[in-house]
């Protein structure tokens, strides 16, 4: 079965930037929805952002216009661009393909001066 393994996470000052990539094992050519989820400490998973293969985009309201999910089906790995980072964006992120319904391990992401 395909599997996915992210990357990137790190930390970062407020106002910084990181790029996740989340990269498959096997193509993902024929997954259709791909998406990024997160959870903070004590809080319950939330979904971050959706893309479609056609190139179909869903953000959170709270990161509309500072992050950016894309897909490069070539290379078999999905990418979140996050810009403009605040603390509250801390978090594990995880890669998550509603069906074959796979996620990731994660990777965290620590926003912090």
């Known amino acids: 079965q395909v599997q996915l393994v992210e990357s990137g996470g790190g930390l970062v000052q407020p106002g910084g930037c990181l790029r996740l990539?989340?990269?498959?094992?096997?193509?993902?050519?024929?997954?259709?929805?791909m998406q990024w989820y997160r959870q903070a400490p004590g809080k319950q998973r939330e979904l971050v952002a959706t893309?479609?293969?056609?190139?179909?985009?869903m953000h959170k309201v709270s990161v509309a216009g500072r992050f950016t999910i894309s897909r490069d089906n070539a290379k078999n790995t999905l990418y979140l661009q996050m810009n403009t980072l605040k603390p509250e964006d801390t978090a594990v992120y995880y890669c998550?393909?509603?069906?074959?319904?796979?996620w990731g391990p994660g990777t965290q992401v620590t926003v912090s001066s």
């Open positions: 998550h393909a509603p069906d074959p319904a796979l």
């Open positions: 990539s989340c990269e498959a094992s096997g193509t993902i050519n024929s997954i259709n929805i």
């Open positions: 893309i479609t293969n056609g190139g179909h985009t």
